[in-house]
């Protein structure tokens, strides 16, 4: 067996759950792979919902307001993390074309997912360009057209983002952590007491 990271669930409109997750192959690769489940019981073999070059992992997903399915995730083809997503209608069944969310430059992280009234998602990310990791935020229409927003701009570490819609719906609340100044580009918060973990807040805007 294979190891799975990072499974990420959502409903759509007609009740059938779909399931995403990273799974080693056996380059040593992660990928990215995806079943629709129907009454409990998965329609057919999980398929490669992205393979490339590099892994492709920590997926989100959600359901927007025409129904389509989307996933966002993040891959490593490049050397360095990008974002990516895609979507599906489950009334045609077919996947649309890999679409590009945040620019080629640095890192970026762990993709969140949220809908509003507008057509298409939003993806909120965090990225190491500039030197520190600070949050982004992407529209991204259907047809693959991103519009990219610069959320905070500061020297200290700005990551692992969650977002989601406001109760009308056309806005977005978003929350992440916040740590010591210029700690975050090669540590990502995983030092002990005298590292970044030791000064942790949480950051919350709309």
Request: with cysteine; proline share 4%.
């Amino acid at each position: 067996p294979s190891v799975i990271h990072n499974p990420t669930l959502t409903a759509d409109k007609n009740g059938d759950l779909w399931c995403f997750w990273g799974q080693n192959c056996q380059r040593s690769l992660v990928r990215l792979y995806g079943v629709q489940i129907r009454n409990g019981k998965p329609l057919g073999t999980p398929k490669a919902i992205a393979s490339s070059t590099g892994s492709e992992t920590f997926a989100d997903c959600g359901v927007d307001a025409k129904g389509r399915v989307w996933v966002t995730w993040q891959s490593v083809r490049r050397g360095q993390a990008d974002v990516f997503c895609k979507w599906i209608d489950p009334k045609v069944g077919e996947w649309s074309k890999e679409i590009s969310v945040s620019r080629p430059i640095g890192g970026n992280w762990e993709p969140k997912i949220a809908f509003t009234k507008r057509e298409g998602a939003w993806i909120a990310f965090d990225s190491s360009r500039g030197g520190e990791f600070n949050l982004f935020v992407a529209h991204v229409s259907s047809k693959g057209i991103v519009s990219e927003h610069q959320l905070t701009n500061s020297p200290e570490y700005e990551g692992r983002v969650s977002v989601c819609t406001d109760a009308v719906q056309t806005g977005l609340w978003i929350t992440a952590e916040r740590g010591r100044k210029r700690w975050g580009k090669d540590s990502r918060s995983h030092l002990p007491t005298d590292g970044l973990n030791a000064s942790k807040r949480i950051v919350l805007g709309h």
